[in-house]
Structures are given as structure tokens and as C-alpha cells.
């Protein structure tokens, strides 16, 4: 079977439109936008804004696709990789512990079953396949050569948002009143913690003796965890429609360093937005002067 699948090949069928992550952040319909979300100083999704319902929609949407990345990167790391003979020694990016494995097969069980989760709470929250774009982000991250990147890019930075994502979502359905997807997603986030702590683990155990690797493979997780800040997505401000899940992140292995650098990216990102928010404000004032 081929090995290292570029992201370019993925098996789609026609329902499913694949669009990038810019382009993802400028949909008016998305979750960070949604309607006059420059004008609200609270973008947290919470029922009460004026377009909750579609904003969790299109969020359900996204976890879906990107559970089915996950899935395919998760098997693809089974796959992609030689099994180590003994100890991974220093420079060594072509081989991976056999336990790594066992480890990446039980994540791709858990992902299959978060899909078919995902198919049924966007079908009980009125949506379907295909009614919002995909970007494939997620799987490019699982594209690496070096499987200690993906184990950075994937399970600590993607999985680690999906914990944020999934703790939002859980908030959501508990104000909305609607316990099926409240305790859907409390039983994912239950499993994305496990798996964003087996990426923590295996990526300090593989790179013991090798730090330069593992300089290198956070630095891919901070370009990723930059990148999924776009806009001020996810932050400790309730400007952002998605909140740190400070908590559970540590319960996955993060440190409380790695989580305030993550705060301060994300919080970075929102006074960005902030600055071209005022900026448009200002070219509009403009033009209704003239």
C-alpha cells in the first residue's frame, strides 16, 4: 500500500467542497464572523447570540471534517512508518516504537467513532454534509516525513483546539437545554484529552535524546497553533467565539508555560483583528464624510 499520502489525493465524494483556512475565516457564516460579529464584544458562542444556531452548525460541521482527518492521519502514521528495533535513535525520523503505533490505531478507533457522532449531531441540529466548506489543514499537518511533527502538529496542536472546540460545544449544549449534544461532547473531549496526552508523551519520549528534533517539532506545533489562532479565534477573551480550555489542556500534558504561550498567540491574533476592525471603521467613516 502507498506510504505518505499528500494531502492534495485525499478521497472525497462530490458532496464535499474543500476550500483554505483563510478563505474558511472570511465566510461570513463561520463561527468567528457570523452576523455583525465586529460590533459584539462578547463572540462567545453562546445561545444567546443572534446567530447561535448557525454558528454551532457550522462549528458541528467543521469538528466532522476534521474528525475525518484525524482519522486518516491517525492511520497513516500506523502505516507511513517503519517499527523501530529497539530504542529511536537520534536523527532517526524513518522509524517509530511499536507502542507509538498501538497508540495511533487506538486514536483512529476513536476518530470513527467520533465521525459517526458528528454525522448524527449535525443531522439532530438540522445540518448535512456538505452544507459548509472543508479545509484540509488538519491532514496537511499529518503529512510530515517525521512522525515526531505529526505527533506536534496533530495531537498537541489540532487535538489540543479540539479540546478547547469540544469544552465550548459542551457549554453550548448545556444553556441550550439540549443534553444529546452536551453529552456527546463531553464523551469526545473525554477522548481527545487522552489523545492529545499520548502526542505529549511519545513526543518527549522519542525525542529524549534528540532535542534538537524536538526543538524543531515545536516549532511546528506554534506555527500550527498561530495559524488556528487566525482572527482570535479561541482565547481567554469572551471576544473570541471559542474559549481556552486551560484545564483540560494540562490534564493532556501541557505545561503551564506552553499554555500561556498559546494564550498570548491567541490574544495576539484577537488584537490583530481588533486593529483591522478599527481600521475598516475608520476607511468607512471616511467615505461617508466625503
Known amino acids: ?36 460579529a465586529g460590533k459584539r464584544n462578547n463572540n462567545r458562542l453562546v445561545p444567546s447570540r443572534k446567530d447561535s444556531g448557525d454558528a454551532a452548525r457550522a462549528l458541528m460541521h467543521g469538528i466532522f471534517v476534521g474528525e475525518i482527518q484525524a482519522l486518516e492521519g491517525a492511520g497513516r502514521t500506523c502505516h507511513d512508518f517503519e517499527t523501530a528495533n529497539g530504542a529511536v535513535k537520534a536523527g532517526d525520523t524513518d522509524t517509530v516504537p511499536f507502542a507509538l503505533k498501538l497508540d495511533m490505531a487506538r486514536q483512529a478507533w476513536d476518530e470513527a467513532r467520533h465521525v459517526e457522532i458528528s454525522v448524527k449531531l449535525s443531522g439532530w441540529m438540522g445540518s448535512e454534509i456538505g452544507q459548509y466548506a472543508e ?3 488538519l491532514f496537511a499537518a499529518a503529512c510530515s516525513n517525521d512522525a515526531v511533527l505529526r505527533l506536534a502538529g496533530v495531537n498537541r496542536a489540532l487535538e489540543g483546539l479540539a479540546i478547547d472546540v469540544f469544552t465550548q460545544m459542551k457549554e453550548f449544549g448545556d444553556l441550550a437545554g439540549d443534553p444529546y449534544l452536551e453529552f456527546c461532547e463531553d464523551w469526545m473531549l473525554a477522548d481527545e484529552v487522552t ?11 522519542v525525542t529524549e535524546n534528540d532535542l534538537d528534533r524536538r526543538k524543531k517539532a515545536l516549532e511546528f506545533q506554534s506555527v ?12 481567554d477573551s469572551e471576544e473570541s467565539p471559542i474559549g481556552l ?11 503551564d508555560t506552553e499554555v500561556e504561550e498559546i494564550a498570548e498567540v491567541s490574544m495576539s491574533a484577537l488584537n490583530e483583528r481588533r486593529e483591522a476592525v478599527e481600521k475598516m471603521k475608520s476607511a468607512a467613516a471616511q467615505l461617508v464624510d466625503r
Open 1 to 36: 500500500m502507498r506510504k505518505f499520502f499528500p494531502v492534495e489525493e485525499l478521497a472525497r465524494d462530490r458532496r464535499f467542497n474543500q476550500i483554505t483556512m483563510r478563505d474558511r475565516m472570511a465566510d461570513p457564516r463561520s463561527v468567528l464572523n457570523g452576523e455583525d
Open 135 to 137: 479545509n484540509t489543514v
Open 195 to 205: 489523545h492529545v496526552k499520548m502526542g505529549s508523551d511519545w513526543l518527549r519520549r
Open 224 to 235: 500550527v497553533d498561530k495559524l488556528f489562532s487566525y482572527g482570535g479565534t479561541r482565547s
Open 245 to 255: 480550555a486551560r484545564r483540560f489542556r494540562e490534564l493532556a500534558g501541557f505545561t
